[in-house]
């Protein structure tokens, strides 16, 4: 499996491209603000053919620049029905504070939207588990997939970071909610899941599991 990441944006956002292997079709995942540059870089030194653009959730720094993936390539933008307004309206996802900082903005409705449900994709000769999270946000999801090698990964977007949790203080944040995905659903997986966050560096479930203070 071939994984490119790279942070994007004020936000420094995570977007990550995945594909069985380079010279293949992949997927687009999470691709924020100011992250084209960055996807059309890695989709030439690797000879990837994007299929989709999938978001863990409908946040400005994560979905900023999906739209435009979609125009370029041809290819729905895949995300959850609680969080399908923010593709077009992230003010309402940002609260008054961030929405201040990031001024007023609005983004282009993409070509095409598919709404995420609770089964598998198979997507660039992938299968990907989709694992809806609410917390941080309503549509919430970590994108769960296990390489040919035996590898595990999992994206979770702003539910899980390495030490840390996402923020429940926004607009659709719940921190019940987001207790009972971390307990049920993201804690579920194996310990040697690698997962690849948001925001910052990567980590594993079983570290997390050890010692991430709000998983104790």
């Known amino acids: 499996m071939l994984v490119v990441g790279f942070p994007a944006g004020a936000f420094r956002a995570n977007c990550y491209l995945v594909a069985a292997g380079a010279g293949r079709e992949c997927v687009v995942v999470d691709p924020g603000e100011g992250a084209e540059d960055g996807i059309e870089k890695a989709l030439r030194d690797h000879d990837l053919t994007p299929v989709a653009v999938l978001a ?45 900082a990031v001024g007023s903005v609005s983004l282009p409705e993409p070509r095409e939207v598919e709404p995420l449900g609770e089964g598998p994709l198979d997507l660039a000769g992938l299968r990907i588990e989709v694992l809806h999270t609410p917390g941080h946000t309503p549509g919430s999801v970590v994108f769960s997939l296990r390489a040919e090698e035996g590898g595990r990964l999992a994206l979770t977007g702003d539910t899980l970071f390495a030490g840390s949790v996402g923020r429940t203080d926004l607009p659709g944040g719940d921190p019940a909610a987001l207790a009972t995905s971390l307990r049920g659903t993201v804690l579920s997986l194996a310990d040697d899941t690698v997962v690849l966050p948001g925001h910052g560096d990567s980590t594993t479930i079983g570290r997390e599991r050890a010692g991430n203070p709000f998983l104790t």
């Open 56 to 100: 863990t959730h409908g946040h400005y720094d994560h979905v900023a620049s999906a739209a435009a993936v979609s125009e370029a390539h041809g290819v729905a933008v895949h995300i959850r029905p609680e969080d399908r307004h923010l593709l077009t309206d992230p003010a309402a996802g940002l609260g008054p504070e961030l929405s201040a």
